[in-house]
Every structure is written in C-alpha cells, then in structure tokens.
C-alpha cells in the first residue's frame, strides 16, 4: 500500500471574473521511503498541492489517502519547511523549535529531550537562545527544519526551502537534509520536496512528478536512477537534468536523447 495517493485532484481558486482552475486531475502515490520531488512552471499549483496533501486545504474535486485513510483534516504525521522560515521574531530558538511539540501537547519534561535532540542534529548547538533577527538565512532554515523533525514526522513536505539561500548555504543544507533522510534511527519515512531547481531535484530526489502549466497535469514521473553521492558533472547527471527541462519546456514527452531515463 502506498504512503501518499493522489488521485483526480482538482482546484480552483477564486479570481477577478469567476473561477480559475489550477489543478485538473493530478495523480501520483508516494511510497516508504520515497525521496519525491514535484516540479513545473510558475503558478502550476505546486505549493497548493503540499497544503492539500497535509490537509491545510480541501481539493474541489479527486481524493487524497494518507495510509490508505482519506485526508479530512491537517496530518500530524506530516510537517512542511518553508521557503520563507516561517518563525516567530519574539521566540528564541529553543521556542520556535519547541511549537510543534506543545501544540501536541507534550509535558514540558518531554518536549525539553526533544528540543536538546533536534537542536543538536541540525547543528543549532549554541545558539538555543539566539532570537531569528540575530541569525543569519541558513541558520534560521536550520531552526525550521528542526522544529518540522521534532515532531519526528512520517512524511517531511518541503516547499521551496533553499530558494532563499546562497548558492554555497543552500548546498550544504541540502547534503545535511539527504544524511538525515538516510539515516534509519531519524525521521522522516518520506520527503516531498516542491522545487522550481531543476538541478536540486535531481541531484536530491527518487524519483519526480513534472506538472503542466495551469491547470497543472502530471506530464511525467521520472525515476532518477543515479548512485548516490551524484556527480553533477556527469554525463548521466546532465541528461536527466536535460529531460526533465525539456519536458516542461515542450509540455509534454519529448523523444529522449540516448541515455536519458524514461518517463515512469
């Protein structure tokens, strides 16, 4: 059984002269263990189907299962990092990372192991009562990320979350997140990572769902059969990067060049 099974989505939002929709029958599942990244143009719907996956938000019309149970409400068994850090500017580190865990209600005895853990495996050491203003981008990235693995989730959505950062910051945050994926003895099962990078998609993800322009359509999954660590300077690197370009690019499948993956 699958993790994650979208089926039939489809979403409209409300514009100017009536409706517009945005999604129109996306489907894909995610599996344990599945490293999945979601890409497409601009305004495809790609940060709205996070919300709708997590049940932030309801789709117009199709089915979410989460462990074969529908998604009728936000999954506490999943946790977003943002693109933009999304922390409290009056909470220190230790409080923002903390959120998740008291808004479970978890006695405060608890909570403070917990807090110590994550703090610690995301490299926060130190700086448990620095405030965001007295941090810089990577490091208040760290504090979301900690706080969404705090609450050790099955399933970590990740929306956008090196696009914010410099080229060397966001590298080095994206090895950090792999090593723990990798790591049996830490969350989570699954990642889900929306990303408009192209190159980070590959270099980071199992396998990617490609969606249309609006309204977004699954164009391609594409399986990304590359050992890991991946050398980007690869010639198998290249033509996957390629593919995936060029399937957005042309909308649709386009004849792959001799080596490049298939669509699955």
């Known amino acids: 059984m699958a993790l994650i099974e979208v089926e039939g989505l489809v979403k409209n939002f409300m514009g100017r002269h009536g409706p517009v929709r945005i999604m129109d029958g996306v489907e894909f599942s995610v599996s344990n263990n599945d490293f999945l990244a979601i890409v ?5 719907g790609k940060s709205t189907l996070l919300r709708l996956i997590q049940g932030l938000d309801r789709p117009d019309q199709g089915s979410l299962r989460f462990r074969g149970q529908p998604v009728q409400g936000v999954q506490l068994d999943m946790a977003m990092v943002f693109q933009s850090f999304a922390l409290y500017p009056w909470l220190n580190v230790r409080e923002n990372v903390a959120l998740g865990l008291e808004a479970r209600g978890w ?29 810089s981008g ?32 966001a590298e080095g945050l994206r090895e950090e997140v792999l090593q723990l994926w990798l790591d049996p003895t830490l969350p989570p099962e699954s990642v889900l990572l929306v990303t408009h990078n192209i190159e980070e998609a590959v270099a ?30 690869s010639q198998a690197f290249y033509d996957t990067t390629d593919y995936v370009y060029s399937l957005i690019t042309e909308h649709g499948t386009p004849s792959p060049a001799p080596g490049t993956p298939q669509a699955a």
Request: hydrophobic content about 40%.
């Open 40 to 44: 497409g143009p601009s305004g495809s």
């Open 204 to 233: 980071m993800a199992d396998r990617i769902i490609v969606l249309s322009p609006r309204p977004a359509r699954v164009l391609a999954g594409v399986p990304v059969n590359l050992p890991r660590p991946r050398d980007r300077k």
């Open 138 to 169: 990577g490091m208040r990235q760290r504090v979301g990320l900690a706080r969404a693995l705090a609450v050790e989730p099955a399933v970590l959505l990740m929306d956008e979350p090196f696009s914010a950062l410099d080229a060397l910051t």
């Open 107 to 135: 006695p405060k005895e608890k909570q403070d192991a917990q807090v110590d853990r994550y703090i610690s495996v995301i490299g926060l050491d130190g700086f448990e009562e620095a405030y965001p203003r007295e941090l």
